[in-house]
């Protein structure tokens, strides 16, 4: 049997027999032992040397996850995942962790495969915190979660799915924007390359994508004007943390958050993105955004905590992206926010926690 089938064969049997020898994990609030799994950087043989730097972010996640464990006073242990299924696996099993807080974005390197990590956990019947494989899934192939989007009547900029340059149908106005369609945080966007004007900068951008990216291209129809990030917390009843706003500096277009804004501290393109949450928004502006938002959270399923990255034109918002997994280290725009509404880091994460010994109490 190859060693791949054996791997896998050991998983499920693993699985099936905690499941059924009915150990029940602790309950008791006081004697908790949370797990903390992130993928380890490794790098990855698709994209550019650079795109490590978004990857090697989740270690302070994984330091802020376990600042706010000790204040809270529950028992940690860290799961990090390298390439290794089985004796990951066989950790979670000695481990017997009653919650896991989930922050891997990949396996080894990859992200088409961070919704494979949460199906271990289901399989094992383990609870973590976020959302489910499928939510995951479905939120990183960008074109999937548009049309769901589309579906819901949400508003998304005009796309088109481009396997290959030659697959282009026309029909959306320049300018767009050419980027990744399975990446996360900015992976592939440049502010200059990526935002393309005519039929020969989209063949030459999507070609690149295809090519160093190795999977089909999102081209979308860029849309000029404000741009928010709408942070969302809860299930049942979610809420909506103080409204970031982009505040660019650029005197040109494209006016985008690339990858040069979010990981090159003092970089040109990060001088000019500037977030604020304490931006003072119109009544019915920020209400249209908020249910827009909460809309788009509802419609792909997302639960525990998300952000809705959203454009407004004419006083219209259209939602760009939702990332159900977003970076909660303590500069990010989603600790931001939560400290805009008055929430202590710590307090998120216990929520985090309790919301995932909700779902296994409820089953």
């Known amino acids: 049997m190859p060693k791949v089938y054996q791997i896998y064969s050991r998983l499920f049997l693993n699985g099936t027999e905690m499941i059924k020898s009915g150990q029940k994990r602790r309950s008791d609030k006081r004697n908790l032992k949370v797990g903390i799994l992130f993928n380890v950087p490794v790098g990855s043989s698709k994209g550019e040397t650079i795109d490590y730097i978004s990857e090697a972010e989740v270690e302070d996640q994984v330091e802020a996850i376990q600042d706010a464990l000790k204040k809270l006073g529950f028992v940690h242990q860290l799961f990090p995942l ?13 481990h017997k962790s009653d919650v896991i807080v989930n922050l891997c974005e990949a396996f080894f390197g990859d992200s088409h495969k961070e919704m494979h990590v949460p199906s271990i956990l289901e399989l094992l019947g383990i609870p973590y915190t976020g959302s489910s494989p499928l939510v995951l899934g479905l939120c990183n192939n960008k074109g999937f979660a548009k049309s769901v989007l589309e579906a819901n009547e949400i508003p998304t900029p005009e796309y088109q799915v481009l396997s290959r340059p030659e697959d282009w149908k026309k029909g959306i106005d320049f300018p767009l924007i050419v980027k990744p ?38 081209v979308e129809k860029y849309i000029d004007g404000r741009e928010f990030n709408v942070a969302i917390l809860g299930n049942e009843k979610p809420t909506i943390l103080p409204i970031s706003e982009i505040v660019f500096g650029f005197s040109d277009e494209p006016q985008i958050v690339d990858y040069a804004a979010k990981w090159f501290s003092g970089s040109y393109e990060d001088l000019n993105t500037t977030p604020t949450c304490t931006m003072k928004l119109e009544p019915q502006i920020k209400k249209s955004v908020e249910r827009i938002a909460l809309k788009a959270y509802k419609a792909l399923g997302c639960r525990d905590y998300a952000r809705v990255d959203i454009r407004l034109k004419d006083d219209r918002p259209f939602v760009l992206e939702v990332n159900p997994n977003p970076d909660i280290s303590r500069e990010a725009g989603f600790a931001r926010a939560l400290k805009a509404a008055g929430i202590p880091f710590e307090e998120f994460v216990r929520k985090l926690v309790f919301f995932a010994l909700k779902r296994r109490e409820s089953k």
Not at 82 to 94: G, T
Not at 185 to 210: C, P
């Open 82 to 94: 390298k390439d290794d299924v089985e004796h990951f696996v066989k950790e979670l099993n000695e």
């Open 181 to 218: 369609s399975r990446e996360h945080a900015s992976t592939g966007i440049s502010r200059k390359k990526s935002f393309v004007k005519n039929d020969e900068e989209l063949k030459n951008q999507v070609e690149y994508i295809n090519k160093r990216y190795k999977q089909p291209a999102l």
